[in-house]
């Protein structure tokens, strides 16, 4: 899931988050791997937990991603396996 959350205190939002999120960690060998199964709803609720109103943005531009994914779409290049779109992702930020 891609979305952007605007905080004045990103960093402080980012320990919160991962605190009451930790139970639902992904990787629990590598805790530099900040991954969480979570939906974004959750996310939603939480932030609004630990510091109320907060702007989401559920499609953020992701301009490079969106070019990356046409450009992929018109060299043929399928994309339907999950993993592929993970890994592509996380290549391009």
Do not use: C, W
Request: aromatic content about 10%; proline content about 3%; cysteine-free.
């Amino acid at each position: 899931m891609h979305a952007v959350i605007y905080s004045e205190n990103a960093p402080e939002l980012e320990y919160k988050l991962h605190q009451h999120f930790a139970s639902r960690r992904v990787n629990l060998v590598n805790l530099r791997r900040e991954y969480f199964r979570v939906t974004l709803e959750e996310i939603i609720a939480a932030v609004a937990d630990h510091f109320g109103e907060i702007t989401f943005v559920k499609f953020p531009e992701a301009a490079e991603y969106r070019e990356t994914l046409a450009k992929l779409k018109a060299d043929g290049v399928a994309m339907a396996d999950p993993a592929a779109k993970a890994t592509l992702a996380t290549q391009i930020g």
